[in-house]
């Protein structure tokens, strides 16, 4: 086990998970304050100590080696831990309020099943989750932090990733039972399709898309529902009453507990996903910015 006294200093960690996660050294030093000559000197001198290449550089970017995966995964688990740690004392004592926004959906399946895990860590910290389908910002708004679906653009603001979007056609056991099994894509053209019709999501995955995306000709049926709450949604594909398009981190919990099946196994990505959104221009509270890296971590596939 290496010791304390040889482990890379913070200043380095922090250029590696920022030029890791950015995937360009350039956007790592812009991030920190830096230069890129200091960034990839950095870099250079950590894959020294360390004798092995961390990165894959290429003319537009870098890409991580398996051993700067490796690297990763403990760099990020150490600054979560630290994190928790200085935020935990900082908070000490002291009565704290977040206030969140974010839409009804993220909120009830991905934020609330994991916030104990948050309140076990800053019990002194009241989080205000305020749901609606309007893609307000921090910005706009007097929030402290949003979670937002998207591109990642969100003017005035800064944001970071926590998962793409990535969608698959998911119904009730006794629908599939009733209706299945599909072994065709065609085959969705026969069951009942339940449309997400709101200005929140316009620019995510819909039936037509889907449908396109599946190589499956022709326009898909007219709904049998159409809501403008995917909570509600969810709860009509749970009673049976079609199939949804289910967005991974939203849904997974139901397939989980087999609320849920998929009707095809496929699943599909694009380049929007949900942010952690941030305002750029007000300064950013310690508990807020150890929330949003809670957030982060949570995100994060589980290891193994």
């Avoid at 700067?68 to 740690?85: F, I, N, S, Y």
């Avoid at 003017?155 to 039972?177: A, D």
């Amino acid at each position: 086990m290496t010791k304390l006294d040889q482990l890379p200093s913070l200043v380095t960690l922090l250029a590696f998970e920022a030029a890791a996660r950015l995937g360009n050294f350039t956007l790592a030093a812009q991030e920190l304050g830096s230069t890129q000559s200091a960034v990839s000197q950095q870099i250079r001198r950590l894959e020294g100590d360390l004798g092995a290449s961390l990165f894959h550089r290429a003319h537009r970017g870098v890409t991580l080696t398996s051993a700067g995966e490796t690297l990763l995964t403990a760099v990020l688990e150490g600054l979560h831990r630290l994190a928790e740690g200085v935020g935990a004392v900082q908070q000490s004592g002291q009565h704290s309020v977040i206030n969140v926004a974010t839409d009804y959906a993220f909120a009830a399946f991905w934020i609330l099943p994991r916030l104990s895990g948050f309140r076990e860590h800053y019990p002194n910290t009241e989080v205000r989750v305020v749901t609606s389908q309007q893609r307000n910002t921090p910005a706009q708004q007097e929030f402290d932090l949003a979670i937002l679906f998207g591109n990642g653009y969100f003017p005035g603001c800064i944001s970071r990733q926590l998962f793409r979007e990535q969608v698959l056609p998911v119904c009730s056991p006794t629908l599939l039972q009733n209706r299945g099994p599909v072994t065709h894509a065609e085959q969705l053209a026969q069951f009942p399709l339940l449309k997400l019709d709101t200005d929140y999501h316009l620019d995510c995955f819909t039936w037509p898309r889907l449908f396109k995306t599946l190589g499956i000709n022709g326009a898909p049926p007219e709904p049998a529902i159409a809501f403008n709450n995917y909570t509600l949604l969810l709860q009509a594909a749970i009673a049976g009453q079609g199939v949804a398009i289910g967005w991974t981190g939203l849904v997974d919990s139901l397939l989980d507990n087999g609320l849920l099946v998929p009707v095809l196994e496929q699943r599909f990505t694009s380049a929007n996903g949900y942010h952690v959104v941030l305002p750029q221009r007000r300064e950013v509270e310690p508990v807020v910015q150890c929330f949003a890296d809670w957030l982060y971590h949570e995100s994060l596939p589980a290891p193994g």
